[in-house]
């Protein structure tokens, strides 16, 4: 069977299958997302391309195991097989749509909500389908819930960057448990660790929702030169279950826990985006935290055994998930023993302890 599509046809698509595959691998560079999005920018057709292989592979990772799929492969393998046939691209998105046809409502499904997770290490671009771009960030997980009338973006775990398509009918919301950031048009780094979450906002302006629980106050407060009555969602500051809406402007960082409530200041932007090259940029940085953070993106880990040290301070750049390399660096400046074992972790002890 030949594909019977004009050649400029296949050339967006041949380009299309080219950019997903790239946008897939570990280390995507910003300006290969820049150059991404110029490409995708450049011709509606692009989009439609891309976004047809992105849902395809996204639906069929996820119905592989189906009743349905399993009884299409049992008859399958029932048949005398008499030659083989070669689909191309046009017969396997065929194959996709029939699949989805029998799945009756998916295709609407994938559309308004999907899944996208990151393992140790990893690192994944992912286009929205409203032109955003999210940048997840190692072990993270994000679910999309898109509507004719709101773009909800749930992380559920871990690191991403967002640099949100500006759509005055649709705000743009990202749901990370312990609050909501919610924006019309930005760039903006969202960080859900185990006691806290954190959001540093690089360009643009967004409101902060904490979600409050009873006997949980959190003032509505405003830096200087923001404006109060941005034009966000009616629902800012007057939900049920959240506090007053904070509002950041660029260049400020917040972190939230119920615990302790709303801390807010002036943000190290370079720092704390050093993630999306992959390095670990530490200034005067604890060295538990600094160990904590190296340990995001490795399975092997880095376990301090040096009570002397625990109030030590390092400043540096490492390469994140080479926590060979920084063990080895610790091991250096504090004259630590390193010792490796069957359970892959890395343990840092005096010398001659």
């Known amino acids: 069977m030949s594909d019977t599509r004009n050649p400029m046809s296949n ?7 080219d950019w997903y595959a790239r946008l897939r691998a570990q280390d995507i560079s910003q300006l290969e997302a820049v150059r991404f999005r110029a490409w995708l920018a450049g011709d509606p057709a692009r ?12 639906e069929l990772s996820v119905i592989e195991n189906s009743p349905v799929v399993l009884r299409v492969r049992a008859k399958r393998a029932a048949r005398p097989r008499h030659r083989k046939i070669w689909l191309g691209r046009t017969g396997w998105a065929l194959a996709a749509t029939i699949i989805l046809a029998v799945g009756g409502a998916w295709g609407a499904w994938q559309w308004n909500a999907g899944r996208y997770v990151t393992n140790f290490g990893e690192q994944r671009v992912v286009p929205l389908p409203d032109g955003s771009l999210i940048t997840l960030n190692t072990d993270t997980e994000v679910r999309l819930h898109f509507s004719t009338a709101k773009r909800l973006v749930e992380l559920v775990r871990g690191q991403a960057n967002f640099e949100v398509a500006r759509d005055a009918t649709r705000p743009f919301v990202v749901d990370a448990g312990g609050g909501e950031v ?9 960080y859900k660790s185990a006691d806290k979450l954190t959001v540093t906002l690089i360009e643009g302006q967004v409101a902060f929702l904490p979600h409050v629980g ?5 003032e509505n407060t405003a830096p200087a030169g923001s404006s109060p009555s941005l034009s966000l969602p009616r629902s800012v500051g007057s939900a049920s279950g959240k506090g007053a809406a904070i509002y950041l402007k660029a260049g400020e960082q917040l972190s939230y826990a ?8 002036a943000a190290d932007v370079a720092r704390t985006t050093a993630w999306r090259a992959r390095k670990l940029d530490f200034s005067n940085t604890p060295i538990l935290d600094a ?13 301090l055994e040096a009570p002397l040290l625990k109030d030590s301070r390092i ?3 490492f390469e994140a998930g080479r926590n060979d390399l920084f063990a080895e660096g610790l091991q250096v400046f504090f004259a630590l023993d390193v010792e490796h074992t069957a359970d892959n972790r890395l343990i840092l002890k005096p010398v001659n302890e």
């Open 11 to 17: 050339s967006i698509a041949t380009e299309a299958a």
């Open 47 to 58: 989009r439609r391309e891309f976004e047809a292989i992105d849902e395809f592979w996204d």
């Open 182 to 190: 919610q924006v019309l048009g930005t760039v903006f780094d969202v």
């Open 214 to 218: 009873d006997g949980q106050r959190v």
């Open 258 to 265: 119920p615990a302790v409530g709303v801390r807010r200041g």
């Open 291 to 303: 160990i904590a953070e190296a340990n995001r993106y490795s399975r092997e880990k880095i376990v």
């Open 315 to 317: 400043s540096g750049t």
